[in-house]
């Protein structure tokens, strides 16, 4: 018999990463705005720590949907009235003017890689060959390493890449418009 010890997860249990540390906030039934973890989320779904913030976050207060009693935690509706049994404030997330990545003051990975992926078109797979000769074991590869390999190609350092950001697209909605868009070979 199996004896698990430590944290065991299991489908109630949600998980946050920094962007930009890679501080992990794990519980049951967790959301990044619970006042017990001290990160948050801007409205392009970066997920932050507070400390890395250009301003306090805006975490929801939550308030009661009605004055009668019963318990909140487990139903959503009154029985008496039918009202919810909370509501969350409409101030879920940070501004982006608060978030580092948004205002080009910093970088997530996998953003960035995509970028680079399709501003220098350097297959990842040749990257990753690249890496799988220096440990066989290698089973993938990883946004940070895609990134340090192309900017050693092309001289490129973290705030070369960030000033390229904010001179081609000035906002973070051009830029994630920018990620989304295909190739015009169609890719």
Not at 3 to 21: A, E, I, P
Not at 160 to 180: C, M, N, P, T, V
Request: charged content about 30%; overall charge negative; some cysteine.
């Amino acid at each position: 018999m199996k004896v698990r010890k430590g944290f065991v997860s299991n489908s109630s249990t949600s998980s946050f990463v920094c962007d930009l540390c890679g501080e992990e906030y794990t519980g049951w039934d967790a959301s990044a705005y619970d006042a017990d973890y001290d990160c948050s989320v801007c409205p392009n779904g970066h997920v932050l720590c507070n400390s890395h913030l250009k301003g306090k976050p805006n975490n929801p207060p939550m308030e009661k949907g009605c004055e009668h009693e019963f318990d909140r935690g487990k139903v959503k509706f009154c029985a008496e009235c039918g009202e919810k049994a909370w509501v969350e404030s409409e101030e879920f997330t940070l501004s982006s003017e608060c978030c580092p990545i948004c205002q080009f003051e910093a970088y997530n990975d996998s953003e960035m890689a995509a970028y680079l992926l399709k501003l220098h078109k350097i297959p990842r797979e040749e990257v990753f060959a690249k890496i799988k000769a220096v440990n066989k074991r290698r089973k993938k590869l990883y946004d940070s390493e895609y990134i340090a390999d192309v900017c050693v190609r092309f001289s490129l350092t973290e705030d070369i890449l960030l000033q390229e950001l904010k001179d081609k697209f000035g906002s973070f909605d051009k830029y994630a418009k920018f990620l989304k868009s295909k190739n015009k070979e169609g890719k």
